[in-house]
């Protein structure tokens, strides 16, 4: 592949404990206004309570929703093999790793997501979508990339489902009110969710 600067780039970068409407919005936003789009699915070496879903998983139901939400237009990169569907505007699926813990917000931690998503992207300008965490997101980069190559793009939470997180969804799934679940989550993670509420009980025994 090639680097082409004019394609409009959109990136998404989520831990996906699981993947809920929340984050479909955020990704549908950027599907109709980039060219590609990049899923980068954050903390993929990560397997505790805070991070219970283990990144095969993630990309498991990440890339089922998408098939399920777009049908079409997705490019599948979680292994080593790669499908196309036909259609101009395709969707990656990245993992990426911490650089050292979710903590991190430093410039070190900046230039290692920006070098990760240029080194996928081919494309040195970029929007990252997002729905909260401004403040903590403008302190990732500094100044001069922030003015020459990443943009941001705000999906405010109650454009959305007010109110949503990872987190009530796996209370959700841990109660097994399937009701409230089903009001926030793609069809298929409800399908999952007895496979995900026993991920979630097996972190709890991690030390």
């Given at each position: 592949?090639?680097?082409?600067?004019?394609?409009k780039?959109?990136v998404?970068?989520?831990?996906?404990?699981?993947?809920?409407?929340?984050?479909?919005?955020l990704?549908?936003?950027a599907?109709?206004?980039n060219?590609?789009?990049?899923?980068?699915i954050?903390?993929?070496?990560?397997?505790?309570?805070?991070?219970?879903?283990?990144?095969?998983?993630?990309l498991?139901?990440?890339n089922?929703?998408?098939k399920?939400?777009?049908?079409?237009?997705?490019?599948?990169?979680c292994?080593?093999?790669?499908e196309e569907?036909?259609?101009h505007?395709?969707i990656?699926?990245?993992?990426?790793d911490?650089?050292?813990?979710?903590?991190?917000n430093?410039?070190?931690?900046?230039f290692?997501?920006?070098?990760?998503?240029?080194?996928?992207t081919?494309n040195?300008?970029?929007?990252?979508?997002y729905?909260?965490?401004?403040e903590?997101?403008t302190?990732w980069f500094?100044?001069?990339?922030?003015r020459n190559n990443v943009?941001?793009?705000?999906?405010?939470?109650?454009?959305?489902?007010?109110?949503?997180?990872?987190?009530?969804?796996?209370?959700?799934?841990?109660?097994?009110?399937?009701?409230?679940?089903?009001?926030?989550?793609?069809?298929?993670v409800f399908?999952?969710?007895?496979t995900i509420?026993?991920?979630?009980?097996?972190?709890?025994?991690?030390?």
């Amino acid at each position: 592949m090639t680097q082409n600067s004019s394609k409009k780039i959109g990136v998404v970068l989520a831990r996906l404990q699981p993947i809920h409407n929340g984050h479909l919005a955020l990704i549908e936003k950027a599907y109709n206004e980039n060219d590609e789009v990049y899923v980068f699915i954050g903390s993929a070496d990560k397997f505790n309570q805070r991070n219970p879903l283990p990144i095969s998983l993630r990309l498991q139901l990440t890339n089922d929703v998408i098939k399920e939400t777009f049908k079409s237009h997705v490019h599948h990169m979680c292994d080593d093999t790669e499908e196309e569907v036909g259609g101009h505007l395709k969707i990656h699926v990245v993992p990426l790793d911490d650089l050292t813990d979710e903590s991190d917000n430093s410039h070190d931690w900046g230039f290692y997501l920006y070098s990760k998503i240029v080194t996928e992207t081919y494309n040195p300008n970029f929007t990252i979508y997002y729905s909260d965490g401004f403040e903590i997101i403008t302190t990732w980069f500094p100044s001069f990339l922030l003015r020459n190559n990443v943009s941001l793009a705000l999906l405010a939470r109650n454009a959305t489902v007010e109110g949503i997180s990872a987190t009530k969804i796996r209370e959700y799934i841990m109660e097994e009110n399937d009701e409230e679940l089903k009001k926030y989550v793609p069809n298929c993670v409800f399908e999952m969710r007895k496979t995900i509420k026993q991920h979630i009980e097996l972190s709890k025994l991690i030390k």
